[in-house]
């Protein structure tokens, strides 16, 4: 299974963009990359999934490299309401059963 | 839309003592997931169920059990709580090769 590498912290200022990268340098040909945040006193919400190249939907875009080896998650002007817990996380699609393994992440501090 | 409704939101044992802790979810997705988070840590697994009646392992299962008895639900049952533990358990569902979606946790407190 790959292993991911983000920054541990970041910090931005609201009505930024922010760019959190992740590293995932083992990343096997049948495995996807998901982007999860997580709040205090709540669980890790999805935000986003891609294999290669460029995904966009309404809250976030995701870069992967075409080595696939590094994928960058924006988040286009930021509100204090982004400060959470980024992870990334690579796994494989297995049907039913979908294990994410997750890591320490990137908490986002977002400044007023 | 679905949701994931995890009872308790709080839960406080004292040691030794058997605790359970319930999801449900109405996505009427084929998978279901215990997770379990320390403060400031990412997520373990503790236990996952493809189908009813199915469970599966995971990587802390050792000191819990699980019952999926019915598609919509998913309980899990610490079977001797240690002293002073704290970390908040997280369910998940998810249906075929979507990313799993979570409940807002149970946090567990032991005394």
């Known amino acids: 299974l790959a292993k991911t590498t983000q920054p541990p912290s970041m910090e931005a200022y609201e009505g930024q963009e922010v760019n959190v990268s992740c590293s995932h340098t083992?990343?096997?040909?049948?495995?996807?990359i998901y982007w999860y945040r997580q709040v205090p006193h709540q669980g890790p919400q999805f935000i986003i999934q891609g294999y290669k190249d460029y995904v966009v939907n309404e809250v976030a875009s995701l870069f992967i490299s075409a080595d696939r080896k590094l994928s960058t998650l924006s988040l286009p002007w930021v509100s204090l309401r982004d400060a959470a817990v980024y992870y990334c996380?690579?796994?494989?699609?297995?049907?039913?059963?979908?294990?994410?393994?997750f890591g320490a992440g990137t908490r986002l501090a977002v400044c007023p | 839309g679905g949701i994931i409704t995890q009872t308790p939101k709080f839960l406080i044992g004292q040691e030794g003592q058997k605790l359970t802790l319930k999801c449900q979810q109405n996505?009427?997705?084929?998978?279901m997931y215990w997770y379990r988070q320390d403060s400031g840590k990412g997520l373990r697994l503790i236990y996952y169920s493809i189908t009813e009646n199915d469970l599966q392992k995971g990587d802390l299962s050792e000191g819990y059990d699980a019952s999926r008895e019915k598609k919509s639900s998913f309980s899990l049952t610490v079977t001797s709580a240690q002293k002073n533990e704290m970390a908040v358990f997280l369910c998940a569902s998810s249906y075929n090769n979507q990313a799993p979606l979570f409940g807002e946790g149970t946090r567990l407190s032991v005394l």
């Open positions: 083992n990343i096997a040909t049948s495995e996807y």
């Open positions: 996380i690579v796994t494989a699609l297995s049907g039913s059963f979908n294990k994410l393994t």
């Open positions: 996505f009427n997705h084929d998978t």
